[in-house]
């Protein structure tokens, strides 16, 4: 009965899974924290997100990876953390804890998206706060804010970002193909689903 009522009401189960109080113990970048959780430091992954790279190997700091990991690092370090685990899986390959931290009751992932920081990248198999995060997304992106503000900056159709200005050029050109495109093809089936009610219902 729970169930049902929770879908009614356009609620979630995911809401009930518990947040689990930590402690900051540093910042790797923007979406990777180190936190001690029950007495023992944990690397923590923000799901659903991206932020660009600052150390990476073998790649150059991207732009806004310094700010990013600076943001995040402000918000955290002097706040009540907690985390909490997506239900579809708690560890990447990497044996590193995927997560939404928390700062109070303010979701860290959702305000990087927010603020332009980072992007939502990186979508597996966790995915209970993806809506919230895309329409975050959605706004950032409206205002060009940080990683917006670099015409093809982010690789919209794929994962990470453009270091190169011709990698970016070369996104903003195929972002509007793929967009004209996919428009074309929703239009041919809609055009046909129309059709084919009208000829049912004659």
């Given at each position: 009965?729970?169930?049902?009522?929770?879908?009614?009401?356009?609620?979630?189960?995911?809401?009930?899974?518990?947040?689990?109080?930590?402690?900051?113990?540093?910042?790797?970048?923007?979406?990777?924290?180190?936190?001690?959780?029950?007495?023992?430091?944990?690397?923590?992954?923000?799901?659903?997100?991206?932020?660009?790279?600052?150390?990476?190997?073998?790649?150059?700091?991207?732009?806004?990876?310094?700010?990013?990991?600076?943001?995040?690092?402000?918000?955290?370090?002097?706040?009540?953390?907690?985390?909490?685990?997506?239900?579809?899986?708690?560890?990447?390959?990497?044996?590193?804890?995927?997560?939404?931290?928390?700062?109070?009751?303010?979701?860290?992932?959702?305000?990087?998206?927010?603020?332009?920081?980072?992007?939502?990248?990186?979508?597996?198999?966790?995915?209970?706060?993806?809506?919230?995060?895309?329409?975050?997304?959605?706004?950032?992106?409206?205002?060009?804010?940080?990683?917006?503000?670099?015409?093809?900056?982010?690789?919209?159709?794929?994962?990470?970002?453009?270091?190169?200005?011709?990698?970016?050029?070369?996104?903003?050109?195929?972002?509007?193909?793929?967009?004209?495109?996919?428009?074309?093809?929703?239009?041919?089936?809609i055009d046909g689903v129309i059709k084919a009610l009208k000829d049912l219902f004659k």
């Amino acid at each position: 009965m729970n169930f049902i009522l929770s879908l009614l009401l356009g609620t979630s189960l995911l809401n009930q899974q518990p947040h689990i109080p930590v402690q900051y113990v540093h910042s790797v970048d923007g979406d990777t924290v180190v936190v001690k959780k029950n007495h023992r430091n944990v690397t923590v992954r923000l799901l659903l997100v991206d932020t660009p790279e600052s150390k990476k190997p073998n790649t150059p700091v991207q732009p806004y990876a310094i700010e990013a990991s600076k943001f995040t690092e402000s918000l955290v370090k002097t706040c009540d953390l907690s985390i909490q685990y997506d239900t579809k899986g708690k560890t990447d390959k990497y044996g590193r804890d995927l997560v939404y931290l928390y700062c109070g009751n303010e979701m860290v992932n959702k305000t990087l998206v927010e603020k332009g920081y980072a992007r939502v990248g990186y979508v597996y198999q966790q995915k209970d706060h993806l809506r919230t995060l895309e329409n975050a997304q959605s706004i950032a992106r409206a205002k060009g804010l940080k990683i917006w503000s670099i015409k093809g900056y982010v690789n919209e159709d794929g994962e990470g970002f453009n270091d190169s200005e011709a990698d970016r050029n070369s996104e903003g050109s195929f972002s509007e193909f793929l967009r004209k495109l996919l428009h074309n093809i929703l239009d041919d089936i809609i055009d046909g689903v129309i059709k084919a009610l009208k000829d049912l219902f004659k």
